[in-house]
């Protein structure tokens, strides 16, 4: 659908909901394909996906009293690698990073 549509923003929302493993990778992969044509905003808890992204930001709640804020930063990449980590593991151990560097570095890696 996304060749039929003018507009060349898409924002998906919890687009994970539902999936993992193989076809979290597949749903990345769909996604950097049509990001080649349009802009995309990815909200997203699986790394699969994730690590797909150009530009990856954390996107954090918070309750100060009896207000709740919403901090957004932007991750350079070494704190990229560490918040993919820490989605897989709930962590960053050395294990999740090196993890987390190898799907960084396959995305890299993948033809244009």
């Not at 930063?73 to 987390?100: C, F, Q, W, Y």
Request: aromatic share 6%; with cysteine; charged share 35%.
């Amino acid at each position: 659908l996304s060749d039929k549509e003018d507009e060349k923003t898409i924002i998906f929302d919890e687009i994970d909901a539902g999936i993992g493993g193989k076809t979290a990778d597949i749903l990345g992969s769909y996604l950097d394909e049509i990001s080649k044509s349009h802009q995309l905003f990815c909200i997203t808890h699986l790394p699969q996906i994730a690590s797909y992204a150009k530009n990856h930001y954390l996107i954090e709640k918070y309750v100060d009293g009896d207000k709740t804020n919403i901090s957004v930063k932007s991750l350079d990449n070494n704190k990229r690698v560490k918040e993919i980590a820490r989605m897989l593991s709930g962590e960053p151990t050395e294990v999740a990073l090196r993890h987390a560097r190898e799907l960084l570095k396959k995305r890299t890696e993948r033809p244009l």
